[in-house]
C-alpha cells in the first residue's frame, strides 16, 4: 500500500510542476528601457492629467502644454505574442494618454499602445505634462499586456527622474 501511494503522489507533483511550468511559459514579459529616435518616426503621445475635449482634441492646445520629453522602448522578451499592451499610470492624477493621429492631424486616446510578436519592440517618445513631474521625482506605472491564451500579466514599472541631470531612467519593480 506504501508503493501506490508513494507513486500516485509523485504523479501528482509531477502533474502540478508541469502545469506550472506551462503556465509560465504562457505568461507574457515585457521589457521598457530608456531608447534613442534618431529617425523620428516614433509615435509620439503625450500623457496628462488637464481637461481637453475627448470627443475632438484639439492638437494646438496640447502642444503648448510644458511638458518634459521621455523616448522609451516596449520589447516582448517572451516566446508569447503580447496583444493589447497597456501603460497606464498609478495614482490619483487622472492622466489619459493621448497618441498623435498623423493622418487625422490630431490627438487621440488609446488604451493599447502596441501589439507585439515574440522579440519584437517598439519605440516611443512620450511628453509628460510638467503638471505631473513638478512635484515627483518618481511616477509609477502599471504596464500590462494580454497573450493569445487570454492571460494578463501586469508589471510595475518606474520612471525615475533625474531633474538637476535632465535625464530619466525606467526600472522595473516586479
Known amino acids: 500500500m506504501g508503493g501506490y501511494t508513494g507513486g500516485l503522489l509523485a504523479f501528482i507533483s509531477a502533474y502540478f510542476i508541469y502545469r506550472n511550468e506551462k503556465l509560465a511559459r504562457e505568461r ?3 521589457h521598457i528601457s530608456n531608447a534613442k529616435d534618431d529617425s523620428g518616426e516614433a509615435p509620439m503621445s503625450v500623457l496628462t492629467p488637464r481637461l481637453i475635449d475627448q470627443a475632438d482634441p484639439e492638437l494646438a492646445r496640447i502642444t503648448f502644454l510644458p511638458f518634459i520629453e521621455v523616448t ?17 499610470l498609478l495614482g490619483k492624477s487622472g492622466a489619459i494618454l493621448w497618441f498623435y493621429h498623423a493622418e487625422l492631424d490630431k490627438y487621440l486616446e488609446y488604451e493599447s499602445i502596441a501589439l507585439l510578436q515574440a522579440s519584437q519592440s517598439r ?13 515627483h521625482e518618481v511616477l509609477d506605472f502599471e504596464l500590462s499586456s494580454t497573450n493569445l491564451f487570454g492571460q494578463t500579466t501586469k508589471q510595475n514599472v518606474q520612471l525615475l527622474l533625474h531633474k538637476e541631470a535632465k535625464g530619466y531612467l525606467f526600472k522595473h519593480r516586479t
Open 28 to 30: 507574457t514579459l515585457l
Open 123 to 135: 519605440v516611443f517618445r512620450m511628453k509628460i505634462d510638467n503638471h505631473l513631474v513638478s512635484s
Open 72 to 88: 522609451f522602448e516596449v520589447m516582448n522578451v517572451s516566446d508569447n505574442f503580447a496583444n493589447d499592451v497597456q501603460l497606464k
